[in-house]
Structures are given as structure tokens and as C-alpha cells.
T-cell receptor
Framework: DQQVKQNSPSLSVQEGRISILNCDYT??????FLWYKKYPAEGPTFLIS?????DKNEDGRFTVFLNKSAKHLSLHIVPSQPGDSAVYFC???????????????FGKGTLLTVNP | KAGVTQTPRYLIKTRGQQVTLSCSPI?????VSWYQQTPGQGLQFLFE???????NKGNFPGRFSGRQFSNSRSEMNVSTLELGDSALYLC??????????????FGAGSRLTVL
């Protein structure tokens, strides 16, 4: 049972335009959502997060929106740059997951390609 | 500040063998988590250690095990390797629990190929 879903395996956008990456989840116990970016041959790096008590969090070119009623979140990148080309993983944390706050459930990732 | 260090970066094993992977967390980070990344399944949680104790475990068979030492360094072991164990194994360390969003800092991973 996949609790975090990224239904688009890939996305291609033009430089300067907006990139929108989507993520859906099924578990209502998730209380924190995170986005990680991964380049080939490197580990994922943290990008931005949002608490379930908020509906928007912004950091520079990156904004994450959370719609709890729809169990949906999205990552907006504006403007997109060629260096943003990477795999983006959506992840969720369940509150009080067996005494640990460090277990994350990841989606399968979306490969973003930003064309010059 | 040094990042999360994983060794070896690449290794090739044959079916039936066993493998041990090592992870040195960021200094001061006491929690170490392990994830398996495969093309079809994304990142899947293996286990998490804190102060030498396993606090959480994912849905992997008993062939997958781990431990953490007093200096927070961690190792994971896979015994009786199968072809399907070929994957990128990622280690991540975390700040103390008061940090809130429990941001994980990942290492570059150990790429295991089972022939």
C-alpha cells in the first residue's frame, strides 16, 4: 500500500517557466511533509517542508502548498532553471511513529528536466 | 562540518554472499536511518537507530540487519544476497528530536550490485 504517491514519473519545462510537482498521500496521521531533490550519484538533499497545520510555505523560488482535505501537496518552482533538473521526492512523516520522529515515507520521485 | 559519509561507494557481490555497509553520521547527530532506493520503488525505509538502539524498522526480511555504535556510526548487513537486493543504500542522520521537522541529511549512498 503506497501511502505517498507521485503519479508523474517525469516532467519537462522550459527555463524561466513554472514547474509544478504533485504529490498525494493517503495517511491522515502524517503531520509533516518534505521535499527532497536528488542528483545522480548523490544522496537526496532537503529542499523545503511544511507542517500539516499550514497550507503554504515559501523559500525563495520554491513554494510548497498543502491541501489537507484533498490529501494533496505540490511544489512550485518559479522561475525554473536548468540546474533544477533532478529527481524530486515527496516525503511524509507520521506523528509518533513508534517513538521515532525520523521515519519518512517517500514517493517514487518525479524526474524534472528544465530545458534551456 | 563534515557530511554523512558512506563506505564503500560501489560494490559488486554474487548471490548468496553477505555485505556490510558503513555510515558515519554528522558529528552530533545521534539518529541514523537507512533507506533502500530502487528504480521501481523509490526510497524505502529499512531501519533507524538512536543511541545504539533500533527504534523503528521497515518491512524488510530478517536478512537485513543493522547496528549502531557508541560513537553513532552505523553499519547495515545483508546476508544471503539476492539479485533483487541490487540497489542504492542510503544512510541519513538527523538532529536531536527537539529540531521539529526532523530533516534528514543523506550520504551519497552505497551502490550494491548483486550478480
Amino acid at each position: 500500500d503506497q501511502q505517498v504517491k507521485q503519479n508523474s514519473p517525469s516532467l519537462s519545462v522550459q527555463e524561466g517557466r513554472i514547474s509544478i510537482l504533485n504529490c498525494d498521500y493517503t495517511n491522515s496521521m502524517f503531520d509533516y511533509f518534505l521535499w527532497y531533490k536528488k542528483y545522480p550519484a548523490e544522496g537526496p538533499t532537503f529542499l523545503i517542508s511544511i507542517s500539516s497545520i499550514k497550507d503554504k510555505n515559501e523559500d525563495g523560488r520554491f513554494t510548497v502548498f498543502l491541501n489537507k482535505s484533498a490529501k494533496h501537496l505540490s511544489l512550485h518552482i518559479v522561475p525554473s532553471q536548468p540546474g533544477d533538473s533532478a529527481v524530486y521526492f515527496c516525503a511524509a512523516r507520521r506523528s509518533n511513529s513508534g517513538g521515532s520522529n525520523y521515519k519518512l515515507t517517500f514517493g517514487k520521485g518525479t524526474l524534472l528536466t528544465v530545458n534551456p | 562540518k563534515a557530511g554523512v559519509t558512506q563506505t564503500p561507494r560501489y560494490l559488486i557481490k554474487t548471490r548468496g554472499q553477505q555485505v556490510t555497509l558503513s555510515c558515519s553520521p554528522i558529528s552530533g547527530h545521534r539518529s541514523v536511518s537507512w533507506y533502500q532506493q530502487t528504480p521501481g520503488q523509490g526510497l524505502q525505509f529499512l531501519f533507524e537507530y538512536f543511541s545504539e538502539t533500533q527504534r523503528n524498522k521497515g518491512n524488510f526480511p530478517g536478512r537485513f540487519s543493522g547496528r549502531q555504535f557508541s560513537n553513532s556510526r552505523s553499519e547495515m548487513n545483508v546476508s544471503t544476497l539476492e539479485l533483487g537486493d541490487s540497489a542504492l543504500y542510503l544512510c541519513a542522520s538527523s538532529t536531536p528530536e527537539s529540531s521539529g521537522a526532523n530533516v534528514l541529511t543523506f550520504g551519497a549512498g552505497s551502490r550494491l550490485t548483486v550478480l
